[in-house]
């Protein structure tokens, strides 16, 4: 059964950094495409970042673009999501996913399995 565990959120000041760590088991991954996406309250679930874990191509949201880098360690079969410069408007609940096809995509609706969720808030 596919496990994804996120961790790393917390209260930071704007301008501040967070790495969230996305630790996946069940099966292999070799083929799949792992996303984060994030939902705010009140607001529609939004892509942030997505990287094919063979490979390491990645795809990062216009709205984070030069702030977050989402990379992974195949050694431990965990996904990270560097951010930096952060802004009030990140905060929200980010979640990691994965998806069994090899395309990058950015509906959450392709996804196949969800994490629980690490809430980021950060403060003006």
């Known amino acids: 059964q596919v496990q994804l565990v996120e961790s790393g959120g917390g209260l930071v000041q704007a301008g501040g950094s967070l790495r969230l760590s996305c630790a996946a088991s069940?099966?292999?991954?070799?083929?799949?495409?792992m996303g984060w996406f994030r939902q705010a309250p009140g607001k529609e679930r939004e892509f942030v970042a997505a990287i094919k874990w063979t490979g390491g191509t990645t795809y990062n949201a216009n709205s984070v673009k030069g702030r977050f880098t989402i990379s992974r360690d195949n050694a431990k079969t965990t996904v990270y999501l560097q951010m930096n410069s952060l802004k009030p408007e990140d905060t929200a609940v980010y979640y990691c996913?994965?998806?069994?096809?090899?395309?990058?995509?950015?509906?959450?609706?392709?996804?196949?399995?969800w994490g629980q969720g690490t809430q980021v808030t950060v403060s003006s």
């Open positions: 996913a994965a998806d069994r096809s090899l395309v990058l995509r950015t509906s959450g609706d392709e996804y196949d399995y």
């Open positions: 069940g099966r292999t991954f070799s083929n799949y495409v």
